[in-house]
């Protein structure tokens, strides 16, 4: 059975073999749904609570 894995920015659910995989310097694994959630957080620098489209917004 596969785990279905979380975007690290949006929280959304990533679709079997789909998504973006990205190595932070720190050794952290970073999943993404999407190249746009990848973006929005690695060079956009934005917070996923402070977006409108994630699943994050608005909550504490
Ligand atoms: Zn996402």
């Known amino acids: 059975m596969v785990k ?3 975007c690290s920015f949006c929280g959304y659910d990533i679709p ?3 998504g973006v ?4 310097n720190d050794g ?4 993404f749904c999407s190249n746009k959630c990848r973006k929005t ?3 956009h620098k934005k917070k ?3 977006t409108r489209w994630t699943a994050h917004y ?3």
């Open 58 to 60: 608005g909550k504490q």
């Open 21 to 24: 995989m990205m190595i932070r």
């Open 16 to 18: 079997i073999g789909r």
């Open 28 to 31: 952290r694994i970073l999943t």
């Open 41 to 43: 957080m690695v060079v």
């Open 4 to 6: 279905v894995k979380k």
């Open 48 to 50: 996923a609570r402070r």
